[in-house]
């Protein structure tokens, strides 16, 4: 026993050192300028998509509950960067830096959190519930845990079909920190441990589930850990540096693909701001609100690239006008949009068509007999 | 859809009536927590259990001040954990503790169905009568949030259904005062159904210990002409609706059912053999909902008493889409309702 507990501790990776607010950070010589340049576009385009879904949220444009990666776009990009076309990628609510980086047009996302019929999800789904399938991106889950066993069963259903090797297919599933306590995680990782099914599972522990730390609701706080049980090999990284983030989900999805074996991944990071777009996050201290901003992802890598002499201020001012002005047509894409037309109402009830399928609107009688 | 109304729901008639002239007149959310104070006050064995009810003092800040007030062995924060925490719940009363669940919103309940239905439901009868589950579970429901598919559902015929459960789902202030006092006094599990759309709704709501009895409808507003049987919002469309017609010189009648299980069955068709005709209006979707059973129950109660069929305006049967053109549709509103309380009506050659 003491045996099987050490061999499963000693496959989980000591943790790296906590983000500490740093002003610079160096990157390896084989990392082509050119694409830590594109990382550092790609997450200002999520930072701005992100403060103008705020901006519209507040402005009525976008109703429902809104989430943002603001705090997170290191962790978007580096595992997006990681991921190949031919993945499947399952996330929670907190959604939108992903469907971007999965190359879906910010158009058609912003249409989908004005809920109009060009959204990714046909206004059916908003600011939760990106999918599109083209992309294999599978949802944008709006139930706490809820993607994780689809996610499961999606990379079962790869088992089926293609082998282990440097090609294969295989799941990625993200989740919050919070989600680590519901039942279905540990179903979930016990179902891929015992079926050796290819599949990441990454928490992006933001520190918060809402305004509860993870100290306060997870028995072993290091979530990485939490694959032991199920002897899955868990490591974790700093989720504000996107190559770390970008690094560690290589070696993650290297394991499931050559090995079709369940891997965890923890990247650490900040909220720069409230649960959703309404919460003002009364409940946090102004000290971790300080800690939170100085470990702002975005400046850093600015002041990195800069610092490296790869970027200089007027380029970065390019990339942000950039990426302002590619928000503002997604904006304007979104607005022009038609909203869905009531009679749509009963499309996509069932795929397969059904005598007596339900249609009546409220009030209409519902017997209307020959 | 009607808008969510932010003013206030006058009670009217019956239960209600004013009792004084210095009534004050509370939100709904401040007459839970009014309520939730008051019983952790008279009673140490309740205690609070519920994802973000302490530090965040509740996701729609029902448990606002609490855990300042009693601390946090009393307004327990939980990890989300829907099953785990329901379940725990479940085990405390066993012991005579007296936890009062908040589920953050009744879709979440879900993953405690099992703890619900096959253990709070089951233990006390399953047992021989030894051991009751005095426990309440708290949950906002409802759609017209845009809050898409699955955080807009209706799902209390699932509990309602439920032989061990008891359901209440109050409309007013004073009732969602009132029932809680009366759920958390109660030895069996209640199903406290709350909705989103009523928590800034005001009423008035007297002080003090005004405990209302489990499994009794009220009449809201007496009529002649018809009655609207509803419960929780549909209960305030459903009065503005009575408002609204009888300036037109409809007199409607509002059945407010306030507790889905048991069902006043009796009140129903009172109501229903004095106005001989019969609408209900639900928020839940029309297959197998309340109606189904409102209509069913007056086809053995009130039978010979009806001029024309009964109605329902209930919920249109698709996963309730996140874009509002497509949501407003869907949902059960006054208009809705006044529609079809005219073609009853019409029906039956009214004004008779
Ligand atoms: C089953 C369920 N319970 C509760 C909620 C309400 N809820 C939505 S997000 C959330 C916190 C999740 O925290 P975490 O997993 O850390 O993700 P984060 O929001 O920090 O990205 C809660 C409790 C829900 N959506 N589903
Ligand atoms: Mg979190």
Not at chain 2, 19 to 33: C, E, H, M, S, V
Not at chain 2, 140 to 156: D, F, R, V, Y
Not at chain 2, 213 to 235: F, H, M, N, W
Request: overall charge negative.
């Amino acid at each position: 026993m003491a045996e099987r507990r050490r061999a499963a501790a000693a496959r989980v990776k000591e943790p790296a050192a906590p983000p500490e607010a740093q002003t610079t950070r160096a990157f390896p010589a084989d990392e082509p300028p050119e694409q830590l340049l594109g990382y550092y576009a790609d997450m200002v385009l999520i930072r701005k998509f992100e403060l103008s879904a705020d901006q519209m949220y507040k402005r009525a444009k976008i109703g429902g509950y809104c989430h943002l990666n603001l705090g997170e776009e290191a962790i978007v990009v580096g595992l997006m960067a990681a991921l190949l076309p031919t993945d499947y990628l399952f996330t929670n609510y907190r959604d939108h830096g992903y469907a971007l980086m999965r190359g879906l047009e910010p158009g058609r996302v912003m249409a989908e959190l004005f809920g109009k019929s060009t959204g990714v999800s046909k206004g059916r789904g908003g600011s939760m519930h990106m999918f599109d399938v083209g992309v294999r991106l599978l949802g944008g889950y709006g139930i706490v845990g809820g993607q994780l066993p689809p996610a499961t069963g999606a990379a079962l259903a790869l088992t089926y079909r293609g082998a282990p090797g440097p090609d294969a297919e295989v799941v990625m599933c993200q989740l919050g920190d919070g989600t680590t306590n519901i039942g279905a995680f540990h179903e979930s990782l016990n179902l891929a441990a015992v079926w050796h099914l290819p599949i990441v599972y990454v928490v992006v522990n933001n520190r918060l589930g809402m305004g509860t730390t993870v100290e306060a609701a997870a028995g072993e706080p290091e979530l990485y850990k939490r694959g032991s049980s199920y002897r899955i090999p868990g490591e974790r990284v700093d989720g504000t540096d996107v190559l770390a983030v970008r690094n560690g989900a290589r070696r993650a999805l290297d394991r499931a693909r050559l090995k079709r074996e369940p891997a965890l991944l923890e990247v650490m990071c900040y909220r720069l701001r409230g649960h959703s777009v309404v919460d003002p996050a009364r409940y946090r201290s102004s000290a971790d609100v300080e800690t939170a901003q100085a470990a702002d992802p975005v400046p850093l890598l600015r002041q990195s690239l800069i610092a490296a002499g790869l970027l200089d201020e007027a380029e970065a001012q390019r990339f942000e006008a950039d990426a302002d002005a590619r928000v503002a047509a997604a904006v304007a894409f979104a607005d022009a949009s038609p909203d869905p037309s009531p009679s749509q109402l009963f499309d996509y009830a069932y795929a397969t068509p059904v005598p007596n399928a339900p249609h009546a609107l409220p009030g209409e009688p519902v017997v209307v007999l020959p | 859809m009607t808008a969510v109304p932010t003013a206030g729901v006058p009670t009217e008639g019956g239960l209600q009536a004013s009792k004084g002239d210095a009534i004050p007149l509370i939100t709904y959310r401040q007459a839970l927590n009014d309520a939730l104070r008051a019983e952790l006050t008279r009673d140490k064995n309740v205690i609070l259990v519920g994802e973000e009810i302490g530090i965040f003092e509740g996701s729609y800040k029902i448990t606002a001040g609490l855990l300042t007030e009693f601390g946090p062995e009393r307004v327990r924060d939980t990890p989300i954990a829907e099953e785990g925490f329901v379940g725990a719940a479940i085990g405390a009363a066993m012991l005579g503790m007296r936890p009062v669940v908040e589920i953050m919103t009744l879709n979440f309940s879900l993953i405690a169905m099992d703890q619900i239905v096959n253990h709070a439901a089951k233990i006390y009868s399953m047992f021989g009568g030894q051991t009751p589950v005095p426990m309440v579970i708290r949950m906002p429901g409802g759609g017209g949030q845009q809050l898409a598919a699955t955080h807009s559902q209706n799902l209390e015929v699932w509990f309602a259904h439920v032989p061990g459960l008891k359901v209440v789902a109050p409309a007013t202030p004073a009732d969602a005062k009132a029932l809680l006092l009366a759920a958390i006094r109660d030895d069996d599990p209640v199903i406290f159904l709350e909705n989103l759309s009523l928590y800034n709704t005001k009423g008035e709501v007297p002080d003090g210990d005004d405990v209302a009895q489990i499994g009794k409808a009220a009449v809201a507003r007496e009529g002649t002409d018809l009655t609207v049987i509803a419960y929780s919002r549909a209960t305030t469309v459903a009065l503005q609706v009575a408002r609204q017609l009888a300036e037109v010189g409809i007199s409607i009648e509002v059945v407010d059912l306030r507790s889905l299980r048991p069902l006043d069955r009796e009140t129903v068709c009172a109501s229903v053999r004095k106005t001989s005709l019969a609408v209900v209006l639900e928020d839940d979707w029309l297959s197998y909902g309340i109606g189904a059973e409102i209509s069913a129950t007056l086809m053995e109660g009130a039978f010979d008493y009806l001029d024309a069929p009964v109605r329902r305006v209930a919920a249109a049967e698709v996963p309730l889409p996140y874009a509002e053109t497509l949501e407003l549709a869907a949902l059960p509103d006054a208009n809705d309702l006044i529609k079809v309380i005219r073609e009853v009506l019409a029906a039956t050659g009214f004004p008779r």
